[in-house]
T-cell receptor
Framework: AQTVTQSQPEMSVQEAETVTLSCTYD???????LFWYKQPPSRQMILVIR??????QNATENRFSVNFQKAAKSFSLKISDSQLGDTAMYFC??????????FGKGTKLSVKP | KAGVTQTPRYLIKTRGQQVTLSCSPI?????VSWYQQTPGQGLQFLFE???????NKGNFPGRFSGRQFSNSRSEMNVSTLELGDSALYLC??????????????FGPGTRLTVL
């Protein structure tokens, strides 16, 4: 069975600073994808970034980047130049051959002015 | 293109009642998945429908059921409601059957409160 663990229930960062959210996962599958989702207080879940497990290059989307360590089964999210609008719950998730997402418990990120 | 819509947005029911939630996927999307979000259990997969067929099911009791119509709209039903069913129910649509790759787009959710 797949599991996803986020060990940081809450984090805070000053505006314009950089923050890293941690995630570890476990899976027996060879072909899988990893995701970071953002859920702002409005509750709409939004995809932030995704990583294909067979790609060694870390994914990057503007201010968001990941550090994917396949052997360690680690998938952290780095947010650079944090903005107030980044305040949200962040969920790490994995998806295997069945297609459904397996989510971590989430990290509540607060960006302070 | 309109996003995933869910109705109603908020719902209050009492124990023992049943409830039906509706989800309209993005136009052209044929896969609809449902997730339950609670503070204690987090986000958990309920089931996925594709072309009117349930393709995959999570670990939930039989009180939770769903269906998909020919226009890809989906409904989920919870019978004999329990207090623990209070949750945010999220619907997500995908262009094709879920695989490891296909992206899912989430709706705003239906907040169900069971009293």
């Amino acid at each position: 069975a797949q599991t996803v663990t986020q060990s940081q229930p809450e984090m805070s960062v000053q505006e314009a600073e950089t923050v890293t959210l941690s995630c570890t996962y476990d899976t027996s599958e060879n072909n899988y994808y990893l995701f970071w989702y953002k859920q702002p207080p409005s509750r709409q879940m939004i995809l932030v970034i995704r990583q294909e497990a067979y790609k060694q290059q870390n994914a990057t989307e503007n201010r968001f980047s990941v550090n994917f360590q396949k052997a360690a089964k680690s998938f952290s999210l780095k947010i650079s130049d944090s903005q107030l609008g980044d305040t949200a719950m962040y969920f790490c998730a994995s998806r295997g051959s069945q297609g459904n997402l397996i989510f971590g418990k989430g990290t509540k990120l607060s960006v302070k002015p | 293109k309109a996003g995933v819509t869910q109705t109603p947005r908020y719902l209050i029911k009492t124990r023992g009642q049943q409830v039906t939630l509706s989800c309209s996927p993005i136009s052209g999307h044929r896969s609809v998945s449902w997730y339950q979000q609670t503070p204690g259990q987090g986000l958990q997969f309920l089931f996925e429908y594709f072309s009117e067929t349930q393709r995959n099911k999570g670990n939930f009791p039989g009180r939770f059921s769903g269906r998909q119509f020919s226009n890809s709209r989906s409904e989920m039903n919870v019978s004999t409601l329990e207090l623990g069913d209070s949750a945010l129910y999220l619907c997500a649509s995908s262009l094709a059957v879920l695989t490891a790759y296909n992206e899912q787009f989430f709706g705003p959710g239906t907040r169900l409160t069971v009293l």
